[in-house]
């Protein structure tokens, strides 16, 4: 039978399908016997949705045409067309549009191989996207095709029974030409592009309508970040600042003035606390960009911090050295923006970077608080180490230079490049190398939906010249541009294995570093992705010589190297996979990297850096050179103008929204996968998440600082925002 999803009024849609004719041909028989299926009298069904955009009221849709290709039981026959038999049965169930077409002819057809869908043009254009099409055969057995593509006018779409196989297995022609005729039509399709020198390459797509249909926005006007923005404005009652560039704020209350609808109860807590040393370490464990923290196994030469310098902040008794020898040390540094050109699209305000190195301490209570910040990588007398014992000014504007930096590597390194950028890689190397038959593309369709078309309207609106990335953020006119180029170098493989990334920094042991839940939630993702993995493995390759066999599978995985990591072998990226462990460990970076890591430093952005002084998007006095010259007045005159504020605002909260109908982790609706065992595999991921969100909401309770970004049922399948 035939489920549509309607997108418009129900009765329009009955007037629609009372006129629709349906034809049903028969394709040139097979010679090789196979499997015998008896489809006299059988029943075709289509399970899709219409397009919407260019729907009218009361014309009727174009035609539509299905074509069988069979093993026949007897010998080959000339093709044949089937006449359409009855009317279409046309009702309603859940929502869902049903259709059901009763098909006869004379004789057996045999196993029904592929399934030629095509919509010819009528006199206006009417896309449909077709889920799957169920065949009943006399039998009773059902055939499942899925499909889950728009079907577009005088575009054939040619569809395999829902069996993954792989290359191997294809033992007919008619089912290699098919295989292979896909790659060929999807490598025309999504081809390579260099946005900028030295980037991971991208779509050659300058729009979003030019993608292929197959992977646009549903609704392209749901992820315009122009009309988000101005959503988000009104949402936040925050428009009629958004113009008033230049205009300083007065003083720190002022900034609450763009927060009379805030109903978050992390920013609150950040808006209170955000001057507190506490609170300034804490956000390297468990804020929005939870990825720099390492510990300091020596103190650079670039950072002469003395033992005179720190001891009133050290509490064990022990030397400097001492402290670094014990792992009660950490330090993150900036050293990337060193360099780095400051946004100049705006004559009329001058805007300023720095690359500061921070100096950390864990202390008695376990918690982690800074005690040395130096403003730039060179020291000398104008770049002084600024203290905690300083004056209160002085310090306190030295941190919020901290926090300015780790919003431009969070925003352009973090986020940009190491989840939307590398995972655009994935998706269209995907697209490319793994025919939808493949059993490794229907594992990773679904965290691959969306992300190449956010990407694109990223390029067109938010991130390209003199876009919405420009009017707020110190980094924009090319700043940005400079710093994915300057981080390429670091985007290692083994950066993106999680629990490598995190023993490489030293932040691996839970004793030594108890709250550290980045760490904690991600490893028990990390694990039970990797698991679920395994277990897709284990059905398809039965040993590491099939992994090695799968040509397809290794083109994907060269595509990956040549294209996203441009060739370079210091990249760590494998060129070949050679056995299940890696090909598991493979997959898991993949997914994880779309999903769980997008999320952990995506989602947080409204909690973290709504309230202003936490994370200034830029800075509009240079950095202090001396010490105890430092007042509130130049403190709020360095911070972002009212403006500036406003539109880095909407940003932070436009961003930090799940989409409507967001599919979350382990959420699979799209029926790629038929088999029993795959579906096993599937409700025991689900299990396992499941039990990973309880223990994260046991965590939580009364927690004033929960941890939830990590959380499954918070974490989408994908890069889609």
Known sequence: MLLQES?????????????????????????????????????????????????????????????????????????????????????????????????????????????????????????????????????????????????????????RDGRAKLPRDDKTQILKQHRRKELENRQKMYRWKEWHPGFPLSIDAHCHSELPRDIQFDNEKGIDFILNYSKAMENLYINRFMHMFQSSWSDFADFEKIFVRISNTISEYVMQHWKEDFMFGYQFLNGCNPVLIRRCTEIPKKLPVTMDMVECSLERNLTLEEEVKQGNIFIVDYELLDGVDANKTDPCTIQYLAAPICLLYKNLENKIVPIAIQLGQKPGPENPIFLPSDATYDWLLAKIWVRSSDFHIHQTVTHLLRTHLVSEVFSIAMFRQLPAVHPLFKLLVPHMRFTIAINTKAREQLICECGLFDKA??????????????????????SLCFPEDIKAKGMDSKEDIPYYYYRDDGIRVWEAIKSFAEDVIQIYYESDEVVCEDVELQAFVKDIYMYGMRGMKSSGFPKVIKTREKLAEY????????????????????????????????????????????????????????????????????LSQFQDNELFLGMYPDEHFVEKPVKEAMAKFRKNLDEIVSAITERNKNKKLPYYYLSPNRIPNSVAV
């Open 587 to 654: 997959l898991t970076v993949i997914i994880f990297t779309a999903s769980a890591q997008h999320a952990a430093v995506n989602f947080g952005q409204y909690d973290w850096c709504s309230w202003i002084p936490n994370a200034p998007p830029t800075m509009r006095c240079p950095p202090p050179t001396e010490k105890g010259t430092v007042t509130i007045e130049q403190i709020v005159e360095s911070l972002p103008d009212r403006g500036r504020s406003c539109w880095h605002l909407g940003a932070v909260w436009a």
């Open 473 to 494: 953020n110190a980094t924009g006119g090319g700043g940005h541009v400079q710093m994915v180029q300057k981080a390429m170098k670091d985007l290692t493989y083994s």
């Open 7 to 159: 997108r418009t009024a129900r009765s329009l849609l009955s007037i629609l399908f009372s006129e629709l004719v349906r034809r049903v041909a028969v394709l040139q028989g097979i010679a090789q016997q196979e499997t015998e299926l008896h489809t006299q009298g059988s029943r075709m069904g289509f399970q899709h949705r219409r397009g919407t955009d260019t729907q009218t009221h009361g014309k009727p849709p174009s035609e539509v045409c299905a074509a069988l290709c069979s093993v026949p039981a007897a010998k080959p026959k000339m093709p044949r067309r089937w006449p359409c038999v009855g009317q279409v049965k046309h009702h309603c169930l859940n929502g869902f549009q049903v259709d059901s077409y009763d098909v006869t002819v004379e004789e057996d057809l045999g196993e029904i191989q592929l399934i030629k869908i095509e919509k010819r043009k009528y006199w206006y254009q009417d896309d449909w996207y077709l889920k799957h099409v169920t065949v009943k055969t006399p039998l009773g057995d059902y055939l499942e095709f899925p499909c889950y593509r728009w079907i577009t006018d005088e575009k054939e779409v040619v569809l």
